[in-house]
C-alpha cells in the first residue's frame, strides 16, 4: 500500500503565483517523521524541512510554508509567490519507527513556474 | 558545507559489465540509504546501513547487486552483472538516526546516472 500520496501529477502556474502541494500519508505509528525534498531540474535532491510527529505547528521559512495536520494525516506545502527558479519535482516523504526510520516517498509533483 | 559526495556523477557502460557506484557520507552520520530513481518506480530503497552494518536489502536483486560498507566514509554498489533495465539515477544518502530520538535530516548525494546499453 502507497504510504505517501502526493495526489497532484503537475501543477502549472504563473509567476507570483502561490501553489499549494499536497502530501496525505498513512501510518499507524505515533512516532514518525515528515520530509520535503525539491529535485530540480540538475537532478539532486535537496532536502527542504523535517517535522516530528509530535509538532503540529506550521512553519515558514521565507517563501515557503508547511501545514501539518494530523487529524487529516496531511502535510501540505505552498510557495508563496512562485518564481521560475522553483520550477522542480518535489516529494513528500515518510519516515516510521515501525519501519526502522526508512523513508518512503510520494510519487511527487511537478511544478512548473512560467514567466 | 558537509555533503554527501558520490562517483561516479554518470556512468555509459555495456550489458554484461560491472558497474561500482562509491558513496562518501557526511561524517558522524551512522545510517546511509542506496535509493534509485526510474521514471516507472520513482524512489526505491535499495538498501541501507547503520553503523556500517547492512540492516535490509530486500529491494535488491540478490544475484546481480551487492551493497556494502567497507569503512564509515565509504559505502559501495555493485552491478554485477549490469543489464539495460539497470538505467537509473542511483541516490546515496545519510543521516544520523538513533533509537528513541529518531530521525534527524537526512542528505542526498548528486546520485549516478547509469545507462546501460
Known amino acids: 500500500a502507497q504510504k505517501v500520496t502526493q495526489a497532484q501529477t503537475e501543477i502549472s502556474v504563473v509567476e507570483k503565483e502561490d501553489v499549494t502541494l499536497d502530501c496525505v500519508y498513512e501510518?499507524?505509528?505515533?512516532?514518525?517523521?515528515l520530509f520535503w525534498y525539491k529535485q530540480p531540474p540538475s537532478g539532486e535532491l535537496v532536502f527542504l524541512i523535517r517535522?516530528?510527529?509530535?509538532?503540529?505547528q506550521n512553519e515558514i521559512s521565507g517563501r515557503y510554508s508547511w501545514n501539518f495536520q494530523k487529524s487529516t494525516s496531511s502535510f501540505n506545502f505552498t510557495i508563496t509567490a512562485s518564481q521560475v527558479v522553483d520550477s522542480a519535482v518535489y516529494f513528500c516523504?515518510?519516515?516510521?519507527?515501525?519501519?526502522?526510520?526508512?523513508?518512503?516517498f510520494g510519487a511527487g509533483t511537478t511544478v512548473t513556474v512560467r514567466a | 558545507d558537509a555533503r554527501v559526495t558520490q562517483t561516479p556523477r554518470h556512468k555509459v557502460t555495456e550489458m554484461g559489465q560491472e558497474v561500482t557506484m562509491r558513496c562518501q557520507p557526511i561524517?558522524?552520520?551512522?545510517?546511509v540509504f542506496w535509493y534509485r530513481q526510474t521514471m516507472m518506480q520513482g524512489l526505491e530503497l535499495l538498501a541501507y546501513?547503520?553503523?556500517?552494518?547492512?540492516?535490509?536489502d530486500s529491494g535488491m536483486p540478490k544475484d546481480r547487486f551487492s551493497a556494502e560498507m567497507p569503512d564509515a566514509t565509504l559505502a559501495t554498489l555493485k552491478i554485477q552483472p549490469s543489464e539495460p533495465r539497470d538505467s537509473a539515477v542511483y541516490f546515496c544518502?545519510?543521516?544520523?538516526?538513533?533509537?528513541?530520538?529518531?530521525?534527524?535530516?537526512?542528505?542526498f548525494g548528486e546520485g549516478s546516472r547509469l545507462t546501460v546499453l
Open positions: 546501513f547503520r553503523n556500517r552494518a547492512p540492516l535490509d
Open positions: 516523504a515518510l519516515s516510521e519507527v515501525s519501519n526502522d526510520y526508512k523513508l518512503s
Open positions: 501510518t499507524r505509528d505515533t512516532t514518525y517523521y
Open positions: 544518502a545519510s543521516g544520523l538516526v538513533l533509537a528513541g530520538v529518531g530521525t534527524g535530516e537526512l542528505f
Open positions: 517535522r516530528n510527529s509530535f509538532d503540529e
Open positions: 561524517l558522524g552520520h551512522n545510517t
